[in-house]
C-alpha cells in the first residue's frame, strides 16, 4: 500500500536556527501538500506541490519535490517562537491522501 | 467567511453504542474529507466524497464505519457499535474540488471522540 514516511520525528533547534523535515513516499505521487498543526489546533494548508523537482518559496519557507515525485522536504531559514507546532506531508495519489507522521518541531528563545 | 464546522466538538459514549458526527464544508466545496488522529500521530485517511457520492472509501477501517453526504454538502459520520480503540480525533476537511487537481484542504476543528 501507499506509505508516507517523515523524518526526523522530533527537531529541537535555538531560535534563529535552520529546520529541514524530509518526507519520503514508496509510491509515485500525484502532488504533494504540506500542513502544519500548532499544538490543540487542526492542520492548516501551507502549500502544494505538483510538478516535478519544483521549489516554492513563502519568506522563510522552502518546499521542494523530488525529481521522482516520491520525495519533499521543508525547509525553514532562521526558525522563531512562531514556528513551533508539528509539520505534515501528505502524498496525493489522485484520490485520497495519505499524510506522514509530522515532524515536530520545538524552537527554544 | 465561515470555515468548516463539525458538531459536537466532544463526544464521550460508551462501548458498543452508535455515534453520529457531522461536518459542515465551506460553501461551494465539490469535495470533503473525513480523516482520524490519534495523539501522536497524523491524520489517517478515512473517506472523500466528491459530491453526493462517495469517490474513494478505502480507508475506512471496517463496516462499522459509514459516511454519508446525502445533498453534497454537510456529511454525516456514523459508527456503529463503538469500540474503545475508535477513541480519536475526527477531522473533516473540505476543498473546492477534489482528485488530483489543485486541492487545498480547509480542515474544521474536529470532533474528540472518547470510547468508555
Known amino acids: 500500500g501507499q506509505q508516507v514516511m517523515q523524518i526526523p520525528q522530533y527537531q529541537h533547534v535555538q531560535e534563529g536556527e535552520d529546520f529541514t523535515t524530509y518526507c519520503n513516499s514508496s509510491?509515485?505521487?500525484?502532488?504533494i501538500q504540506w500542513y502544519k498543526q500548532r499544538p490543540g489546533g487542526h492542520p492548516v494548508f501551507l502549500i502544494q506541490?505538483?510538478?516535478?523537482?519544483e521549489v516554492k518559496k513563502q519568506k522563510r519557507l522552502t518546499f521542494q519535490f523530488g525529481e521522482a515525485k516520491k520525495n519533499s522536504s521543508l525547509h525553514i531559514t532562521a526558525t522563531q517562537t512562531t514556528d513551533v507546532g508539528t509539520y505534515f506531508c501528505?502524498?496525493?495519489?489522485?484520490?485520497?491522501?495519505?499524510f506522514g507522521p509530522g515532524t515536530r518541531l520545538s524552537v527554544l528563545p | 467567511g465561515a470555515g468548516v464546522s463539525q458538531t459536537p466538538s466532544n463526544k464521550v459514549t460508551e462501548k458498543g453504542k452508535y455515534v453520529e458526527l457531522r461536518c459542515d464544508p465551506i460553501?461551494?466545496?465539490?469535495?470533503l474529507y473525513w480523516y482520524r488522529q490519534s495523539l501522536g500521530q497524523g491524520p489517517e485517511f478515512l473517506i472523500y466524497?466528491?459530491?453526493?457520492?462517495?469517490?474513494?472509501d478505502s480507508g475506512l477501517p471496517n463496516d462499522r464505519f459509514f459516511a454519508v453526504r446525502p445533498e453534497g454538502s454537510v456529511s454525516t459520520l456514523k459508527i456503529q457499535r463503538t469500540e474503545r480503540g475508535d477513541s480519536a480525533v475526527y477531522l473533516c476537511?473540505?476543498?473546492?474540488?477534489?482528485?488530483?487537481?489543485?486541492?487545498?484542504?480547509?480542515f474544521g476543528p474536529g470532533t474528540r471522540l472518547t470510547v468508555l
Open positions: 509510491t509515485t505521487l500525484s502532488n
Open positions: 501528505a502524498g496525493n495519489y489522485g484520490q485520497n491522501f495519505v
Open positions: 506541490l505538483v510538478k516535478s523537482g
Open positions: 460553501s461551494g466545496h465539490t469535495a
Open positions: 466524497f466528491q459530491g453526493t457520492g462517495a469517490a474513494d
Open positions: 476537511a473540505s476543498s473546492l474540488v477534489g482528485g488530483s487537481t489543485y486541492n487545498e484542504q480547509f
